[in-house]
Nanobody, 128 residues
């Protein structure tokens, strides 16, 4: 059974940075065999995809609203995926979730819906 355990997050001022971590366990294969990413849910809003790193080739993908500010990367030896968040804005305030699998529909380009394994969530608050 896949388990995703998150750490990081907290309160930061606008323009600041935070890093989220997610350690995966219970995997059948090494982490680079899976697409894994981050989602977020703000109060009163639907959960939305933020970023995803593909299996094998480690191709990264980002939602438009975080492009150029957030970076996803993974450490296969530690079975850990990270989300480095820079230039944070108040609208980035949300509960962030690590999840797998992730990716986009190859025809529509939309982030696809599927059954996922989820981390426990971590609060990120951007406020002065």
């Amino acid at each position: 059974q896949v388990q995703l355990v998150q750490s990081g997050g907290g309160l930061v001022q606008p323009g600041g940075s935070l890093r989220l971590s997610c350690v995966a366990s219970g995997l059948t294969l090494e982490l680079d065999h899976y697409a894994i990413g981050w989602f977020r849910q703000a109060p009163g809003k639907d959960r939305e995809a933020v970023s995803c790193i593909s299996s094998q080739d480690a191709i990264t993908d980002y939602a438009d609203f975080v492009k150029g500010r957030f970076t996803i990367h993974r450490d296969n030896a530690e079975n850990t995926v990270f989300l480095q968040m820079n230039s944070l804005k108040p609208e980035d305030t949300a509960v962030y979730y690590c999840a797998m699998p992730c990716g986009r529909d190859t025809v529509t380009g939309a982030w696809y819906h599927t059954k996922r394994s989820w981390g426990q969530g971590t609060q990120v608050t951007v406020s002065s």
